[in-house]
């Protein structure tokens, strides 16, 4: 089985994440999230789970100042996947709050839809996330314009 891990440090929750993944008995990849407040007491360690059925997270990241996680959200659709939205999970309490998803991303108007690739990064001035995205042009809109 191929599996990755790696672990992530939130300094303003104090919170160690565990990021892991392998891929599942479908031979999809299945990447899992679990966190734990460190030296507070508290020795649970809770998992993140997205809601929906056939949901799936991607590329969490951090950045020092805010207590929180960005994270890619994809749902799994027949043998591949539909990416849903960026979102942010609040430390230590574990909170989802949905950032962006398909319909509130600006397109060009050649574009007719986007997805988020990756989060490469989050600033420390709580408001930008530097993400790689992917366009849908289509040749005969790009070409009026």
């Known amino acids: 089985m191929n599996t990755f891990s790696r672990l992530i440090f ?13 891929i599942g008995t479908d031979l999809k990849p299945v990447e899992t999230l679990h966190f734990r407040e460190i030296d507070s007491g508290v020795t649970e360690i809770r998992q993140i789970v997205l809601p929906g059925e056939n949901a799936q997270l991607q590329t969490p990241v951090t950045n020092a100042k805010s207590p929180v996680i960005f994270l890619n959200e994809w749902l799994s659709v027949g043998t591949g996947f539909d990416w849903r939205a960026i979102s942010a999970i609040h430390l230590p309490d574990g909170t989802r709050t949905q950032l962006v998803d398909s319909t509130s991303l600006k397109l060009p108007r050649s574009c007719t839809y986007a997805w ?11 408001k930008t996330l530097i993400c790689r995205l992917a366009f849908n042009i289509q040749p005969a809109l790009a070409a009026a314009q």
């Open 10 to 22: 939130n300094r303003a929750s104090n919170c160690l994440i565990s990021h892991e993944g392998f």
């Open 116 to 126: 988020v690739s990756e989060i490469i990064s989050a600033e420390d001035d709580d």
